[in-house]
């Protein structure tokens, strides 16, 4: 009867420590560091495929340009017989624990206004060589913005 007890005991000594391992985090990509990511962005031209601004639909002012991320950080939009330069970098907030919600997607623009909304620091939803999803909350108005860009 003692063996059982003590059995038992282990037994669930065991569940409570595997089941302590666990985290509701365990779908986030890890490993992902700034490096990936600006090689990803840094090859080829990019469009933007999708750009909500609080709830409102405004991919069609970024339809015929495609945007250049190059290596010194400057950002260029070439379409509809205009050309528009900006910046854009990848900031990592947490070094030792290198997932895609700690990477930050900076671009900022100062003009025209249609670019200028693109302006912030977006937070990584998902990334492949060929896809980038951003998303921002904002602090101000609550509202929640999504951006992505696909390589063309």
């Given amino acids: 009867m003692k063996k059982i007890k003590i059995i038992s005991v282990l037994a669930l000594l065991f569940v409570l420590n595997v ?15 700034q490096t990936q990511v600006i090689n990803a962005v840094i090859s080829g031209t990019w469009r933007i495929t999708n750009y909500v601004d609080s709830g409102v639909n405004e991919t069609a002012n970024f339809t015929g340009y495609n945007f250049t991320f190059a290596s010194n950080n400057v950002l260029t939009a070439v379409g509809n017989g205009l050309t528009t330069s900006g910046t854009w970098s990848v900031t990592d907030s947490n070094s030792n624990d290198d997932t895609l919600n700690d990477l930050d997607f900076n671009i900022a623009f100062t003009t025209p206004a249609n670019f200028v909304d693109l302006t912030d620091d977006w937070d990584i939803v998902s990334r492949t060589d060929t896809k980038i999803q951003l998303i921002d909350v904002s602090g101000g108005n ?3 913005d999504y951006l992505t860009f696909e390589k063309n």
């Fill in 142 to 144: 609550g509202g929640t």
């Fill in 19 to 33: 089941a302590s391992m666990c985290s509701d985090d365990d779908d986030t990509p890890t490993n992902v560091n």
